[in-house]
């Protein structure tokens, strides 16, 4: 389902419930509205009723008690009745009913009643014949005395249908007001999502390398803010792209030009071996070998050159360094490096605790597999014990194997920076850059290896990790 439905439906569920509760609230405030100004006109009418009794008495045309008997209290109560639209009644001390305006049959509720001969009004609602009934009783008190009451039925089948006149107004009221909301909340959703439309087709044109198309987004809320963000990585990929385009055509420059020059010592070295093939003096033959032997050297100074370029690129200067679990680093580097490990017949113990460091993991993983490869090529070991403990504010590796060991010439050797690369051991495994190459990665993460060996005793590698994060000075870190 389309965001768009989903914000309509939500819309109606909310005006529809909202809706309800305004009819369940103005129903019931009419009704009880009415009922409170019909007791108080009864209660008027009473007021009346009494004064007019008591000048009936007053002027000695009848007697209290005679009020309130048999005899005239059906004409005093049709009197008080007459232009009215409720029933009157009048009844006596023992809550006798002795004068009833109407034919209606006394209710079997008398509770007002009995409530009024205690001395108070009572107002209640009851069912009559077939309709509802609101009855108001009061006490008639004449020199202190409750000599009887009045008693008013006010049939309220006028108000059900003044009630239900006004619940089909509301109700038609509500579903225009309904159809208006929706409406509105269709157009005002329209206008909501007109953006995102914008920012979904936008970024189909991403995915296919198209970052020219700008959101524009008036409004001053988080839809804005979204555009904006938008426009702006769309902005900062396109000046990543060109960047990398431009590393590249770099790159590739510097590839063209390497490729040329490896091009020329080779076509000579293949020329003067084709040579060889076709002499038959031993000098001539020598004077190849001589310009094959020159042509070889200068080709291996090129590649040399070419690995030290490489060693110095940008890329391998740069670490991502985050809070991690160097156990499971470690763990998940001897795992890669096992068949390694069996080929070459190297048992293995591993003994780690768990231990977070701040570090690159994939820079650290590529100082693990340096420096175990360079036990499994040059140590001639058979055994490596691999050990992960943690001091106060560091972890250390220990890579220890029972190879053959270095001198104490050789060990020096091993970190010398390029340019005296001539005292670096060069093997036909190795160019000897494995470990400086460690040895940057290590100083970039804020951490340190070093070596101890000994002649026919073997190797030990020690790397130590931070466990605070470190920032290394005057290098970029990502």
């Known amino acids: 389902m389309k965001l768009r439905n989903k914000l309509f439906i939500q819309h109606t569920i909310t005006i529809i419930m909202l809706l309800a509760a305004m009819y369940v609230v103005v129903n019931y405030t009419l009704s009880k509205s009415m009922i409170e100004r019909d007791t108080q006109t009864l209660s008027q ?3 009346l009723h009494r004064i007019e009794a008591l000048k009936i008495v007053n002027d ?3 007697s209290i008690e005679q009020l309130f008997s048999g005899t005239y209290a059906p004409l005093i109560a049709s009197h008080l009745a007459a232009n009215s639209n409720f029933q009157v009644q009048l009844f006596d001390p023992e809550g006798t009913i002795i004068g009833d305006s109407g034919n209606r049959e006394d ?12 001395g108070q009004t009572a107002t209640v609602i009851t069912e009559g014949e077939n309709s509802q009934m609101l009855i108001y009783a009061s006490p008639f008190l004449y020199e202190g005395k409750i000599v009887g009451g009045f008693r008013y039925l006010l049939d309220l089948n006028k108000h059900e249908e003044t009630l239900s006149a006004m619940r089909t107004w509301f109700i038609g ?11 509105a909340s269709y157009s005002f959703s329209f206008f909501i999502m007109q953006p995102l439309h914008a920012l979904q087709q936008a970024l189909k044109l991403v995915t296919v390398g198209d970052f020219s198309r700008k959101i524009t987004v008036r409004s001053q809320d988080e839809v804005r803010e979204l555009a904006d963000d938008f426009n702006q990585m769309s902005e900062a990929l396109q000046e990543h792209i060109e960047l990398l385009h431009y590393e590249q055509s770099k790159q590739k420059k510097f590839y063209d030009n390497v490729t040329h020059e490896l091009k020329t010592p080779l076509t000579s070295i293949i020329g003067f071996s084709d040579l060889i093939d076709k002499m038959e003096r031993i000098d001539d033959i020598r004077i190849c070998n001589v310009y094959i032997r020159k042509e070889s050297t200068r080709l291996l100074q090129m590649v040399e050159e070419l690995l030290q370029s490489s060693l110095k690129g940008d890329e391998a200067w740069r670490v991502q360094v985050e809070r991690t ?3 499971a680093i470690l763990t998940d580097s001897l795992r890669i490096l096992e068949p390694t490990l069996l080929k070459s017949a190297i048992t293995t113990t591993v003994q780690v605790q768990a231990c977070e460091v701040y570090i690159d993991p994939k820079r650290t993983q590529q100082v693990l597999f340096n420096v175990i490869e360079n036990a499994i090529k040059h140590s001639e070991c058979t055994q490596l014990n691999v050990r992960l403990e943690q001091q106060e504010y560091q972890c250390l590796v220990r890579i220890t194997d029972n190879g053959k060991g270095m001198t104490e010439e050789e060990v020096r050797t091993l970190f010398l920076p390029a340019d005296e690369k001539a005292e670096r051991p060069i093997s036909a495994h190795s160019h000897g850059l494995g470990l400086l190459l460690c040895q940057q990665l290590m100083e970039l ?4 290896i070093t070596v101890h060996s000994r002649e026919g005793s073997g190797t030990e590698v020690i790397l130590s990790f931070q466990m605070e994060p470190v920032l290394s000075q ?3 870190q990502n």
């Open 60 to 62: 000695k045309k009848i």
């Open 45 to 47: 009418y009473y007021d």
């Open 173 to 183: 009221v509500a579903l225009g007001c309904l159809l208006v909301a929706l409406l």
């Open 325 to 327: 679990d160097l156990a």
């Open 445 to 448: 993460q804020g951490g340190d």
């Open 474 to 476: 005057g290098l970029l």
């Open 107 to 118: 209710l079997v509720k008398r509770s007002d009643i009995d409530a009024a001969l205690g």
